[in-house]
């Protein structure tokens, strides 16, 4: 994987200056050069917008290229665009063309595909079928995407949590469902609840990390007891130190004035790997993330948090 998204740094060595340029080297006989091209077209886009030609020469790319890597900075630029400047039709094309790779074989392509609707049409309802994917990375992204929107159900999240084997997706439900714990249908108590049993239970130092963030926004005696009883002794150096501001934001001080004994211990505690966690959720059995499909703090292409 890093050696794929090393592709990356074509980002500093763009193979042409020109817009139009770069729209010739799409079709290029040469993969890296299609590739480098569709890349400085997400950058291009970023910074300027594309041309309504450039957008269709990019979704026929989409479309037709047997390069996984073409298609997925293909899809990342028609997503950045957002159809801003490019007129209706050009923004109707390329909604089209990311609708269509949420179907690609490829599931980085997926994933990508999931952030880049998200920019162009937040509202489309194909992002919640997402979270029916095989993959975990296109679940994990559907649920950020759905997260940032509000559309994210506080029981869906819950789902998530108790059954997705992915910890990416754990990860991100924990974070949400903090936000929407007065839904109508799992409220505060009931989200404490959940959250309290990741903090214990959950392999991944990041998912439980995640739960305290959403305890100490809860704020509730119940969640402070979570934090107390579950979050001080974690393994994890990392956990304890998201428990200690957790705790102090639920009690509105200062980190260094809370009256709870926190040990530092070795960083991480808990597998990393962005795989799948056997059995489920948390406590079903032994056992990522931001920048895209990948473990948290990677540089993976296609981050829902960021857009």
Same mark, same amino acid.
């Given at each position: 994987?890093?050696?794929?998204?090393?592709?990356?740094?074509?980002?500093?060595?763009?193979?042409? +200056?020109?817009?139009?340029?770069?729209?010739? #080297?799409?079709?290029?006989?040469?993969?890296?050069?299609?590739?480098?091209a569709?890349?400085?077209?997400?950058?291009?886009?970023?910074?300027?917008?594309?041309?309504? &030609?450039?957008?269709?020469?990019?979704?026929?790319?989409?479309?037709?290229?047997?390069?996984? +890597? @073409?298609?997925? =900075?293909a899809?990342? *630029?028609?997503?950045?665009?957002?159809?801003? *400047?490019?007129?209706n039709?050009?923004?109707?094309?390329?909604?089209?063309?990311?609708?269509?790779?949420?179907?690609?074989?490829? &599931?980085?392509?997926?994933? &990508?595909?999931?952030? *880049?609707?998200?920019?162009?049409?937040?509202?489309?309802?194909?992002? *919640?079928?997402?979270?029916?994917? %095989?993959?975990?990375?296109?679940?994990?992204n559907?649920?950020? /995407?759905?997260?940032?929107?509000?559309?994210a159900?506080?029981?869906?999240?819950? !789902?998530?949590i108790?059954?997705?084997p992915?910890? /990416?997706?754990?990860?991100?439900a924990?974070?949400?469902?903090g936000?929407?714990? !007065?839904?109508?249908?799992?409220?505060?108590?009931?989200?404490?609840?959940?959250?309290?049993?990741? #903090?214990?239970? +959950?392999?991944?130092? =990041?998912?439980?990390?995640?739960?305290?963030?959403?305890?100490?926004?809860?704020?509730? +005696?119940?969640?402070?007891?979570? #934090?107390?009883?579950?979050?001080?002794?974690?393994?994890?150096?990392d956990?304890?130190?998201t @428990?200690?501001?957790?705790?102090?934001?639920?009690?509105?001080?200062?980190?260094?004035? #809370?009256?709870?004994?926190?040990? %530092?211990?070795?960083p991480?505690?808990?597998?990393?790997?962005? $795989?799948?966690?056997?059995?489920? $959720?948390?406590?079903?059995?032994?056992?990522?993330?931001?920048?895209?499909?990948?473990?948290?703090? $990677?540089?993976?292409?296609?981050?829902?948090?960021?857009?």
């Open positions: 994987m890093s050696e794929k998204y090393a592709n990356r740094s074509a980002r500093a060595r763009s193979p042409a +200056d020109d817009e139009t340029d770069l729209r010739s #080297l799409l079709e290029s006989p040469c993969e890296y050069e299609r590739q480098d569709a890349l400085a077209l997400v950058d291009r886009a970023e910074s300027e917008g594309l041309d309504p &030609e450039t957008a269709n020469a990019l979704a026929e790319r989409l479309a037709e290229d047997e390069s996984e +890597d @073409v298609r997925q =900075f899809v990342e *630029a028609l997503g950045v665009a957002g159809g801003e *400047a490019t007129g039709d050009a923004t109707e094309g390329a909604e089209t063309a990311i609708r269509a790779a949420l179907g690609d074989d490829e &599931e980085w392509v997926r994933a &990508e595909a999931v952030v *880049a609707l998200s920019r162009v049409a937040p509202g489309a309802d194909v992002l *919640a079928d997402a979270l029916g994917d %095989d993959s975990g990375w296109v679940r994990r559907a649920v950020i /995407a759905l997260g940032k929107t509000e559309r159900t506080a029981e869906e999240l819950a !789902d998530r108790k059954n997705d992915h910890p /990416a997706v754990r990860e991100y924990a974070l949400y469902l936000k929407r714990a !007065d839904d109508a249908g799992t409220g505060a108590e009931e989200a404490v609840r959940l959250l309290a049993a990741v #903090l214990a239970r +959950d392999p991944e130092a =990041f998912v439980r990390a995640k739960a305290a963030e959403s305890l100490g926004d809860l704020a509730t +005696d119940r969640a402070e007891q979570a #934090l107390e009883t579950h979050g001080v002794t974690d393994r994890s150096d956990v304890k130190r @428990v200690k501001r957790a705790l102090a934001s639920a009690r509105g001080v200062d980190p260094d004035q #809370l009256d709870v004994e926190i040990d %530092d211990g070795p991480g505690g808990g597998p990393q790997a962005p $795989g799948e966690t056997p059995g489920g $959720g948390p406590g079903d059995g032994p056992g990522g993330t931001p920048d895209g499909p990948g473990p948290s703090g $990677g540089q993976i292409p296609g981050d829902p948090t960021q857009r």
